[in-house]
């Protein structure tokens, strides 16, 4: 009951009572609101609101207050107490000083009004609907076990239908990148500007649509689709995972409940310090897993330094077409970071748990995407192509 304080700080229940009845007379304490709402970016004007409403609904009681929107500046009166508040709805623009219209959307997931007057700003963003999945959220710090030792396979992805309709998760890639974003090195010849170097790939199976995926609905890909709390009270249950990622050869355990992923190439194993980078693709018709092994490796080379010695390096692994890439997330430590591992186009920002190597409060969190809007549990997840704004770093896990 997070936001019982809110409602009891929000909300003065004065009891007087007269000479002539013994009824209590309540009353509500009001907050004179104002709303700012910003611009999509500097380079983004609204110039008229069409059809935009905000919706205001307070968390304890769940009632809602709802206003047609004309302005940049809102004026309401609302009873106290904590409110989530979403904005959307079409508007006219300007963009390099050409009139566009489009859709923006706007959400705070929660607003304390405790004060007499009180002024806030939510932030627009120009709504865009994604053409295929996004990742959602990625679990990969694994967990401590009351004893404080650490617990891994619990890792997990969160994929999410971020368009208007239903999609197919058949024939989805999963692939973890072979560069890490804490060790820049000059890797020749450098393709990062065409394709994403990958170590490990894993392909969700079907024939076309065997698995579809509604539009605000997630899938979740484990690396064991176990029941973990049975082993460690303080992990999650992903015995009701979607897929899992099993290798028979690596001592798994499988359970036959959990649809198994295809081992495209080697395993994918999220590194729990986060020092890896992911990206979700699609092959293009007329691609499969022979043929792709067969025309898409990566021969390069680098030099090894540690202080003053040096050792040429010589290594081969294989390559994504950046075009065939239909989402990528990059992840590093802040103390750590030097570069991102995917093309600027993909993704140009990173995410993190843990803001120095080896952290400590780093276990039981993930990095999960923001929510830009949430009309009657219907998201739209924030996708602009940059890590470091779309997610929220060291966020509480999704599934627990």
Not at 230 to 240: I, K, M, P, R
Not at 310 to 336: C, G, H, R
Not at 347 to 357: E, P
Request: net charge negative; glycine share 6%.
């Amino acid at each position: 009951m997070n936001h019982i304080k809110y409602f009891f700080a929000a909300i003065a229940v004065l009891l007087a009572f007269t000479g002539c009845s013994d009824d209590p007379i309540v009353v509500v304490q009001k907050t004179n609101v104002v709303i700012n709402l910003l611009d999509p970016s500097d380079a983004v004007t609204i110039t008229e609101f069409k059809d935009v409403k905000i919706t205001l609904t307070e968390l304890n009681t769940q009632e809602k207050t709802e206003q047609e929107v004309t302005g940049k500046t809102i004026t309401l009166e609302l009873n106290q107490g904590s409110y989530e508040i979403s904005v959307g709805g079409k508007v006219m623009y300007n963009s390099d000083n050409v009139s566009e219209e489009g859709t923006v959307a706007g959400f705070v997931s929660e607003l304390n009004f405790i004060s007499e007057e009180q002024t806030e700003d939510i932030q627009l963003s120009l709504k865009s609907f994604s053409n295929d999945f996004i990742i959602e959220e990625i679990f990969f710090t694994g967990t401590l076990t009351p004893q404080g030792a650490t617990y891994y396979g619990d890792q997990y992805f969160k994929l999410y239908n971020n368009t208007e309709e239903t999609l197919y998760a058949d024939g989805l890639i999963l692939a973890q990148s072979k560069f890490l974003t804490v060790d820049k090195q000059d890797y020749t010849p450098n393709v990062m500007g065409e394709a994403f170097t990958t170590v490990a790939m894993t392909q969700i199976p079907g024939t076309g649509t065997d698995y579809p995926v509604e539009p605000g609905k997630s899938i979740v890909i484990a690396l064991d689709g176990i029941d973990h709390i049975e082993n460690n009270t303080n992990s999650v249950d992903l015995s009701g995972a979607d897929f899992e990622i099993f290798d028979e050869n690596s001592g798994d355990v499988d359970n036959p409940s959990v649809t198994n992923m295809v081992n495209f190439y080697d395993k994918v194993v999220p590194h729990s310090r986060g020092f890896n980078s992911y990206v979700i693709a699609r092959l293009p018709e007329g691609v499969n897993q022979s043929s792709y092994l067969a025309d898409y490796k990566y021969d390069y080379e680098w030099l090894f330094v540690f202080g003053n010695f040096q050792l040429p390096q010589n290594e081969s692994d294989y390559k994504i077409p950046n075009e065939w890439v239909i989402d990528a997330v990059n992840m590093s430590v802040e103390s750590e970071f030097q570069w991102i591992v995917t093309d600027p186009s993909l993704d140009s920002g990173y995410t993190y748990c843990g803001k120095v190597d080896r952290d400590e409060t780093r276990y039981g969190k993930s990095v999960r995407r923001r929510v830009l809007q949430d009309i009657n549990g219907v998201r739209l997840l924030q996708d602009t192509n940059n890590s470091a704004v779309d997610f929220i770093p060291e966020a509480s896990l999704s599934l627990k």
